[in-house]
């Protein structure tokens, strides 16, 4: 199953944009879904997630105030509204989605999508 994301673009600094993923089909039985990113020459990083159950959120100090991460579980979709973007969260962002199985658990991820924050 690919997740497929949608919303980046270029921006201004102090800009928003609002990012959404979702599980085409609602084929996936999610149990939390979230957004990383992966800025050039570092690593992928958490950004922030969501549990489909209980609705508790987590979020990275980076953007903890500036993001809202929220979810539709009837359509399998998480969204991530960013505001007062910043140089620093021009990233690829990669949407991830967590499905528990008799098996443990299964990671589902998107091909990505580009933030581009200017100065």
């Known amino acids: 199953v690919q997740l497929v994301e949608s919303g980046g673009g270029l921006v201004q600094a102090g800009d928003s944009l609002r990012l959404s993923c979702t599980d085409p089909g609602s084929t996936l039985t999610i149990s939390v879904m979230g957004w990383y990113r992966q800025a050039p020459g570092k690593q992928r990083e958490l950004v922030a997630t969501i549990n489909f159950g209980t609705s508790s959120t987590n979020y990275a100090d980076s953007v903890k105030g500036r993001f809202t991460i929220s979810s539709d579980s009837a359509k399998n979709t998480v969204y991530l509204q960013m505001n007062s973007l910043k140089p620093e969260d021009t990233a690829i962002y990669y949407c991830?989605?967590?499905?528990?199985?008799?098996?443990?658990?299964?990671?589902?991820w998107g091909k990505g999508t580009l933030v581009t924050v200017s100065s």
């Open positions: 991830n989605a967590v499905d528990y199985t008799l098996l443990g658990a299964m990671n589902y």
